[in-house]
Nanobody, 124 residues
Framework: QVQLQESGPGLVKPSQTLSLTCTVSGGSITTKHYYWSWIRQPPGKGLKWMGAIATSGSTYYSPSLKSRTSISRDTSKNQFTLQLSSVTPEDTAVYYC????????????????WGQGTQVTVSS
């Protein structure tokens, strides 16, 4: 059973870089053709796909966030990481990591596995 767990600071100051890590257990991030995504949900709003890294290592980003987003992985630790730079209060959201066979979807049913989510608040 594949399990995902997000980790990172719950509070980030404006203009700083948000950094979150997703640790995967019960499966390898390189052995199956999946996309390993970061998705967020601002308060009162729907899910928004941010970006993904494929098992090949290729990365994909939402056009609206591409200039501020970087996704990387550490295969030795079975982890992938999100970095979002120059954050503002509008980046306050619950951040999820998820795995699925598609890239770019903001629909929950397009993903096979989800982390529980981690609340990130951007505030001074």
């Amino acid at each position: 059973q594949v399990q995902l767990q997000e980790s990172g600071p719950g509070l980030v100051k404006p203009s700083q870089t948000l950094s979150l890590t997703c640790t995967v257990s019960g499966g390898s991030i390189t052995t199956k053709h999946y996309y390993w995504s970061w998705i967020r949900q601002p308060p009162g709003k729907g899910l928004k796909w941010m970006g993904a890294i494929a098992t090949s290592g290729s990365t994909y980003y939402s056009p609206s966030l591409k200039s501020r987003t970087s996704i990387s992985r550490d295969t030795s630790k079975n982890q992938f990481t999100l970095q979002l730079s120059s954050v503002t209060p509008e980046d306050t959201a619950v951040y999820y990591c998820a795995i699925g066979p598609m890239v770019g979807s903001s629909e929950a049913y397009d993903y096979d596995y989800w982390g529980q989510g981690t609340q990130v608040t951007v505030s001074s």
